[in-house]
């Protein structure tokens, strides 16, 4: 018979790692320094975890504006509501589609690798050696990859909903015969700048920032091993997706 007692330090044991990931944000801020060292370093990371996502934020992008616009007026047609297609699509995507998913992809792309460099710096030893060169890690290693993600997902979210825009042309103008005025103006008539857009770029600063938080951690506290390194990449794609959905709803609930 299992023991009941057990479930406590089951159900504890998230709620310690969530402290202990805390304590690790709160002592990384505490630590920043802006120095033209760091400034050349968050640049780098930016291009590394944004301008090398570009290719897989474009390609997924265009195909779910694509299946997005084909479910969509297929549906909507049914109604006679066919010409609204731009505004379900805009609507969709500005609100939780484009922030969401591009979270999710960075974390894959992205979050991935941040964490196992780090675990492999912690396996080589690379940040014990820093700090017996008086570098901080925290500064040196930890600084610019939070600001790099914190940057290159809003920027990414960007990008995503450019391209998913451009597949939903594609598929309902080009390919259905939908009136590109009538596309576009219901568009403009219906979404909000500040509402719709608006509180879509306010979630993809709050998954940036909770992603690269989550990839920097895991890689942080990986066990210094081939399996630590590789068991923390995994958990970087399993936290940042659960914590991005969870957020999503919590900010959807306030925003709406």
């Known amino acids: 018979m299992s023991d009941p007692g ?8 998230p709620l310690r790692e969530l402290g202990r ?3 690790f944000l709160a002592t990384a801020l505490a630590h920043m320094r802006l120095t033209r060292l760091q400034i050349a370093e968050t640049l780098r990371q930016i291009y590394f975890a944004g301008v090398r996502s570009l290719v897989i934020i474009v390609t997924c992008g265009f195909f779910v504006g694509l299946v997005l616009t084909l479910q969509t007026y297929d ?6 509501a066919g010409d609204a297609v731009s505004t379900v699509l ?8 484009g922030p969401v998913l591009t979270a999710i992809l960075f974390a894959g792309r992205a979050g991935t690798s941040i964490t196992a460099e780090i675990g492999l710096m912690r ?3 690379q940040l014990d050696a820093l700090e017996l060169m008086a570098i901080d890690p925290l500064e040196r290693i930890v600084q610019p990859r939070l600001i790099g993600g914190l940057i290159a997902v809003p920027a990414l979210v960007l990008v995503f909903n450019m391209t998913a825009l451009l597949g939903g042309v594609v598929f309902a103008v080009a390919l259905m015969g939908v009136d590109p005025g009538t596309f576009w103006g219901n568009m403009q008539n219906t979404v909000e700048l500040g509402r719709d857009f608006g509180h879509g770029m306010l979630k993809a600063v709050a998954f940036g920032a909770i992603a690269a938080w989550l990839a920097v951690y895991h890689g942080w506290s990986a066990r210094p091993t081939s399996e630590g390194v590789a068991l923390a990449t995994t958990q970087t794609v399993i936290t940042t997706a659960i914590a991005v959905l969870i957020l999503d709803f919590v900010l959807s609930a306030f925003m709406l």
């Open 6 to 13: 057990a479930k406590g330090p089951a159900l504890l044991s």
């Open 75 to 80: 549906t909507l047609t049914r109604f006679g």
């Open 123 to 125: 396996a080589t030893e």
């Open 90 to 97: 805009a609507l969709s995507l500005f609100r939780e589609l």
């Open 21 to 23: 990931a805390v304590l």
